[in-house]
């Protein structure tokens, strides 16, 4: 990068580890790291982020203080990034108070962070790679009805502003459709408030599209050129068995022809211009129906571990590019891939309190894991996505070989256990 004394600190919204501050500062050491952090998170931070160069927590609802605290450093800056989808809506409210930063606007943050809004907008600009859809008020017979007949069955009802496909259920007649909206219903303030949602909760009912899964992410400079990572296959929880759509595998890259890939991205470049993003990261989901694709989602925000997949696989630093084409800098991706690299996100088959978790140490020593990471212990209750929960265990797989990979994935299925009681 050019050395430029005067613009030298990257602002940060919300959150930022370790690894991004080090690729960060070995591609250019003179730059800086600003993090800005929610102020009710100080006291469970301790010194968290004693790595970063600046550390300032605020309240982000107070505009004032965002200015106040930003003021002394506005002719240094040079880009601003949040990387997370609950890191997004903070970024929304630090924007107007750098004007003179490269960034998504508020209006298309806020079209790509409501399923609801974004729909209307893939509805008006892309409509035939949109499915049917509408927005739940309530769950009296009249609503249900209503929704029933501009949707009909099989649908997806799901919150407008959740991640991690929490509380997302498929219906397929009316008495699933009434229990899931009690549940939904019951639940979605306190989810809303876990995931630091400051939207109005809201509900979505669309129609279910049976196909195989895809996701990519992408780099969108200000006059909306895209640059695409490779596509990631996504296997759920569904898929497998579940009554869950949790994200049970993520394997990239992909088996497909390139002229298949290359309509995924045309899809992919027609609802990033729809919803207006630039200057940023994009993570699309995608449904492939036969031959055709559909739009599941797309967000202003780094994917799920797509910087230990496409790092891997591909080379790419995904969190260092996401901050390039920002500043602006052209993304870095190589033009090969050197290997296959996966995730695995392990839920049990019922709900309950975890009584034993065996397996873990044998697949420490497979030739394709990389790590594994335990987010729930024994005695700890593990509930569903769809009702809130979180799996138990991710473990992230890299091999030069595919068929080496997809076998260490195999042993993985065979020997990890999850028993609850």
Sequence with gaps: MDKNNSKDIVVFVDRINRGIVKDLKFYDDSLKVLLLRDIKKKVKDGDRYTFADYVFYIDFSKPLKIAETLLPYKDRLLAITAQSEESVGYLKQVIPHTPYLRTPTQASIVWSTDKYEMRKRMKLFIPKFTPKFTKIKENTKEERARVISKVGFPMIVKPANLQESVLVTICYHEDELDKTLRLILKKLKS?????????LPAIL????????????DSYVDSRGTTYHCPLVKVITGRNIGHDDFYNYL?????????ETIENAQQVTDGVIHALGLRNTTTHTELIKMDDEWK???????????????HKLSCDIDHALND??????????IPKKCKGFAAVMRFYPSSEGVI????????????ESV??????????????????????VVDITLFHFDRSQLLADIRRIEKNLKVYVE
């Design 191 to 199: 989810e809303y408030a876990k995931f630091g949602r400051n939207q």
């Design 323 to 332: 901050v390039l084409i920002r500043i602006p800098k052209k993304p870095i």
């Design 250 to 258: 993520r394997i990239t890259p992909v088996k497909l022809k390139r």
């Design 370 to 391: 990389k790590k594994i990471r335990q987010k729930l212990n024994v005695g700890e209750k593990v509930t569903f996505a769809r009702n809130g929960g979180t799996g």
């Design 295 to 309: 739009v599941i989602e797309v967000g202003p925000r780094i994917g799920g571990y797509r910087q230990d997949l």
């Design 205 to 216: 009912a669309e129609e279910f599209m049976e196909g195989t899964m895809f996701s990519v």
């Design 355 to 366: 009584k034993k978790i065996s397996g873990l140490r044998n697949i420490e020593g497979y």
